[in-house]
């Protein structure tokens, strides 16, 4: 079913996120002839995703009685950005609600030659984990291609990037990382991301996309075969007792199931293992050697993260001195191991964070 933009599903019919095929039975609804369905869904792509086009009147070479039609029968639109946060280093946070009111972040995070652009893929998420806020949330469900689409055409429309495929641009990096878990909504990131990496698409290569997941094993190996993409696995823990308390799935998929996948990931490129940094918990000498044995024979890099707190968080973050002894014990073992820099700390980065204030700024 198209994504429709009003729940009793008689409204527009949003073409955001409809591969080229889908666009084509749409024009075919609309009554345009079979021999003309697939360069009018080629010009209507590029608009949408090359061009940045919000609107079917900028479309000067459709003609202008389906401009019409598709103006009446069909939609463009972004969410709504309810919330934008800039902080001091230049991390950008919107807050998007869709048209059922359901709202996610995107964060926006340029360094010096490029630009990551972190999405959601779930308004919240199942999994649980205890050390993450967006796993605490009520309510869940699965964005629509679209909608995780979307969230990409929001930071072009932001930061004046159209049209795509030029160079220089501050968007070259695509980090599916936000809100949620997305090989749980593997069909509808495959959907969203063929489209983001398609030249007359988005144009992103898949060496420029990573997908982190916290261990959705049958998924990894299809999201291999079929996407392609950098892989980034939330591992933080080395031993089955403590990632079953941290990472819930690792019950149904443990760490020697999780990291045979990895082993037979197709990327070329390393894969990244993010390690959240809990004082007294993750954090031990031991846990680093640890680490550095079980990652052995697989291209890997480590990411450290330093505990991002949210109220009511049963954890806090390791010291400094910790996190580089921690770090330095990894690079002993020839694994390069980064501390994140906490990027817009001051404006509450942490995944799920705006959003919740959000919500106690409604209700009070
Ligand atoms: N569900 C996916 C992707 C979203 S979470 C996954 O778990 O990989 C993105 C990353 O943020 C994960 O590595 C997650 O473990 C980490 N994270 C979640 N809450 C955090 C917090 N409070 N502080 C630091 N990192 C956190
Ligand atoms: Fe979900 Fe990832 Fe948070 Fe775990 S860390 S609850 S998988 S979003």
């Not at 629509?144 to 220089?168: C, F, H, K, T, Y």
């Not at 878990?181 to 489209?195: F, H, Q, W």
């Not at 149904?252 to 490129?269: D, F, G, M, Q, V």
Request: proline share 6%; hydrophobic share 40%.
């Amino acid at each position: 079913m198209p994504a429709r933009n009003d729940p009793d599903g008689t409204g527009p019919v949003s073409l955001i996120g409809l591969p080229r095929e889908r666009l084509e039975a749409e024009l075919a609804a609309l009554g345009v002839p079979e021999g003309q369905r697939r360069m009018r869904a080629r010009q209507l792509f590029r608009w949408i995703y090359a061009r940045g086009a919000d609107a079917f009147s900028r479309m000067t070479d459709l003609p202008a009685e389906l401009r019409d039609r598709l103006a009446e029968h069909c939609s463009l639109s972004r969410p709504r950005i309810v919330a934008e946060q800039r902080s001091a280093d230049g991390t950008c946070k919107w807050l998007l609600r869709f048209a059922d009111g359901q709202e996610v972040e995107s964060v926006f995070i340029p360094e010096e030659d490029r630009g990551a652009l972190c999405i959601s893929t779930q308004v919240g998420c199942t999994l649980s984990c205890s050390f993450c806020h967006t796993g605490t949330m009520p309510l869940v469900r699965n964005l629509s291609a679209g909608e995780i689409l979307a969230q990409m055409l929001v930071a072009r429309d932001m930061l004046g990037e159209w049209p795509s495929g030029r160079p220089g641009r501050l968007f070259t990096n695509l980090v599916v990382m936000g809100m949620g878990e997305p090989l749980l909504n593997y069909d509808n990131l495959a959907t969203a991301l063929r489209i983001a990496m398609d030249p007359a698409g988005l144009d992103l290569s898949k060496r420029r996309i990573t997908v982190s997941t916290s261990g959705v094993v049958p998924r990894i190996e299809q999201c291999g075969r079929e996407l392609g993409t950098g892989l980034a696995i939330s591992l933080h823990a080395v031993r089955d007792a403590l990632r079953d308390r941290l990472v819930p799935i690792n019950r149904r998929w443990n760490i020697a199931t999780l990291l045979e996948a990895c082993r037979h990931y197709p990327s070329r490129r390393a894969i990244t293992f993010e390690y959240v940094m809990l004082r007294g918990v993750n954090d031990s000498d031991a846990d680093a050697r640890e680490l550095v044995r079980l990652l052995r024979g697989i291209p890997a890099k480590v990411n450290l993260i330093p505990f991002n707190p949210w109220p009511g968080a049963p954890f806090v973050c390791s010291s400094n001195d910790r996190m580089r002894a921690f770090a330095a014990i990894i690079e002993a073992g020839n694994i390069a191991a980064p501390i994140r820099l906490p990027r817009g700390r001051d404006i509450l980065a942490a995944c799920g964070q705006l959003k919740t204030a959000s919500q106690r700024h409604r209700a009070a």
